[in-house]
């Protein structure tokens, strides 16, 4: 995800990032053509357009959290992340918001102010994922107890010294400091 604007995006650059940067631009352009034109209700497949706009996007954020997870190691918080639309609640909210698309006219203007908000997401699009990936980290260790146990590490006492020049012996505690003087007599 490169945070050159949408709307600059070459049109024979390769990646998802740049089609949907081209999508966008070019839904924009049109709501702007024809709110140039005078037009103040949008037709509804441009309407359509911009809900479905958003959805890629949220969609497109995401996957980059998702690919966070995986690299983090948490495969199963990653494949959640990558669930259909159809398995989570929010699936139902952009279906009626779609669907109201068809019936409701919108005003070109508040199409063009959502469709900048969704822009300035998809140009955020790495911070906002990585975000939701720290997020989700921080969630699973405070919800796992066994990922935030102090590792146990050997008492001092316990340690073994190996050495060439002398036999196996056990090293002296730390506290009180051996008394140098008649150690060395």
């Not at 954020?61 to 959640?80: C, D, Q, S, V």
């Not at 989570?88 to 909210?93: C, F, G, I, P, Q």
């Not at 918001?97 to 102010?113: K, M, R, S």
């Not at 790495?126 to 975000?131: M, N």
Request: with cysteine; hydrophobic share 50%.
């Amino acid at each position: 995800m490169s945070p050159v604007p949408a709307s600059t995006i070459s049109r024979n650059a390769p990646g998802l990032d740049r089609v949907i940067a081209l999508y966008l631009a070019r839904l924009l352009a049109c709501l702007l053509r024809a709110h140039a034109a005078g037009q103040t209700v949008a037709p509804s497949d441009i309407a359509r357009g911009v809900a479905q706009a958003e959805a890629l996007v949220h969609a497109f954020i995401r996957m980059l959290a998702a690919e966070r997870l995986e690299r983090a190691g948490y495969t199963h918080a990653a494949r959640a992340m990558r669930d259909p639309i159809e398995k989570r609640n929010e699936a139902r909210r952009s279906a009626r918001d779609v669907a109201g698309a068809d019936t409701d006219p919108a005003a070109t203007a508040d199409l063009i102010a959502r469709l900048n908000v969704t822009i300035a997401n998809f140009e955020q699009a790495d911070a906002l994922a990585s975000v939701l990936a720290r997020i989700i980290v921080c969630a699973l260790a405070y919800v796992s107890p066994e990922m935030r146990l102090m590792p146990v590490y050997p008492r001092f006492d316990a340690i073994l010294i190996v050495s060439s020049t002398c036999q196996t012996k056990h090293a002296p505690p730390p506290w009180p400091p051996p008394n140098v003087c008649t150690d060395m007599l």
